[in-house]
């Protein structure tokens, strides 16, 4: 082997600079993914917050309906509405004293006639057969006559059945007999 002065062996420079150039491109790559991946996060996020705040505004609407629903007052409306009366005199069971009866019991008083609520509690969803309303004849009108229609699906009003027949008795009003 002999050594030549002055000559070295030469070496590449290029695969070098290109592995550099890779690198750098793979990383910028590498945080533009990263930043649009953080970017598609936050207007998730963005859109799930108003979400958010649109339901909790919602529930608090909601919850602000059941309670002003839930008020002595509107409970009392709405049972006189349906025809309801207060309760007489309490009475309670003390089970742990041989079931000794505590207050004075007593019927309902309705000293005013409720009125019927025209709300219906449990609304009929059967709607009267169409060849049942034809089968009822409408009756003709004078000009001094006043025309009353009578719904056959409708059972008549106490006071018209009272009226038809005065022998029946009156039904009677009972507190929970």
């Not at 592995?19 to 491109?25: E, M, Q």
């Not at 799930?48 to 505004?57: A, E, H, M, P």
């Not at 005199?89 to 041989?98: E, I, P, S, Y």
């Amino acid at each position: 082997m002999t050594v030549r002065p002055g000559r070295r062996p030469v070496r590449g420079r290029t695969p070098f600079a290109v592995l550099v150039v890779v690198l750098l491109a793979a990383g910028l790559f590498g945080l533009l993914a990263l930043n649009t991946a953080l970017n598609e996060g936050s207007f998730e996020l963005s859109r799930l917050q108003k979400r958010t705040t649109v339901l909790t505004d919602e529930q608090q609407g909601l919850q602000h309906q059941i309670d002003q629903n839930s008020a002595p007052d509107a409970l009392a409306k709405r049972a006189a509405e349906l025809g309801m009366v207060p309760a007489g005199g309490m009475a309670f069971l003390d089970v742990q004293n041989g079931g000794k009866v505590l207050g004075k019991p007593g019927p309902a008083q309705d000293s005013p006639p409720v009125k019927r609520s025209t709300a219906e509690p449990w609304p009929m969803k059967q709607q009267p057969s169409p060849s049942a309303q034809q089968s009822a004849p409408a009756p003709a009108a004078t000009a001094g006559d006043a025309v009353v229609q009578i719904n056959p699906g409708v059972p008549a009003a106490p006071a018209a059945s009272a009226a038809a027949s005065p022998a029946a008795p009156a039904p009677s009003r009972g507190a929970g007999r």
